[in-house]
């Protein structure tokens, strides 16, 4: 079995968000050529149902950068990497010893996902707070109101770059947690931070994945550093011409833009579809 792993956001989606019809198309060719596919993606499950809806992602599915593998044909999750109530501590010391905000995924019984927050101290926070908001299906509450029994999958927080940098620093020296850090779409003038168990990443859930599905090849496609660990997992890494210098370098081979079907029209070369 030979398996395709796609990063969403600035891989396979174009830069509206959306899965070309282009792209789409491509998809069902491989579907009819029986070639498996699926994604591995910083989203949540919540925010990349209706993007993939009706493009026959039927695999199993990696979400929050591997923290959590979702499989469809059970309706649950099948892997999970949660962090632990001393690592929640740490995390939150951290982003509160730097006047920041932190948000706190949760997954909940009946697979209910919420986002929790501490009182919001400035505009751009309230700004990320609705954006959360619009998530389909997902809550966002006051952390007051975080139930005792709910999972914690990942701590994000948006901020001065300098304060971000400074969390960022002090999580890297626990080898149980990692951080991701990168420019805010808010603006120069911040950095987002995401922080989860370090057995949440993509590598390790494409492993996973290698061995619940027999897969003998992985082919995978990403533009973002959390993608690094995965290009490391896979027997093949694409690029595409507008991903981070960083990862371009990692890549086998460096691929057409996203905005303009890169990995589509690679596919079809490759597979001669």
């Not at 501490?118 to 998530?135: D, I, M, S, Y």
């Not at 990168?182 to 996973?208: C, P, Q, R, Y």
Request: proline share 4%; aromatic share 8%.
């Amino acid at each position: 079995m030979e398996l395709i792993v796609f990063d969403l956001d600035g891989t396979l989606l174009h830069s509206g968000g959306k899965i070309s019809d282009y792209t789409r198309e491509t998809l069902r060719r491989l579907s009819a050529r029986g070639i498996a596919y699926t994604v591995a993606t910083g989203r949540t499950l919540h925010g990349s149902i209706e993007v993939l809806r009706g493009s026959g992602f039927t695999l199993p599915q990696i979400y929050k950068n591997g923290v959590v593998i979702w499989d469809p044909s059970l309706c649950e999750y099948s892997q999970r990497n949660l962090l632990t109530q001393v690592e929640v501590e740490h995390v939150l010391t951290a982003i509160f010893e730097q006047g920041i905000t932190p948000f706190i995924f949760t997954l909940e019984p009946g697979n209910r996902h919420a986002i929790y927050h501490a009182p919001l101290q400035t505009e751009v926070e309230q700004r990320l707070a609705g954006n959360f908001g619009n998530l389909p299906d997902v809550a966002i509450l006051p952390v007051a109101e975080m139930p005792a029994e709910a999972d914690i999958t990942n701590i994000s927080a948006l901020g001065d770059p300098a304060a971000i940098d400074r969390i960022t620093a002090l999580i890297d020296s626990e080898p149980q947690l990692v951080a991701y850090a990168g420019a805010a779409m808010e603006g120069a003038a911040f950095k987002w931070l995401d922080i989860h168990h370090t057995d949440g990443s993509k590598g390790a859930a494409v492993e996973f994945l290698r061995e619940q599905l027999g897969a003998k090849q992985i082919l995978c496609f990403g533009d973002s550093e959390n993608d690094l660990s995965m290009f490391e997992s896979a027997d093949e890494s694409y690029a595409p011409a507008n991903a981070k210098r960083a990862v371009r370098e990692a890549a086998r081979a460096v691929i057409g833009h996203h905005d303009e079907d890169g990995v589509a029209r690679f596919l079809r070369q490759r597979f001669n579809l």
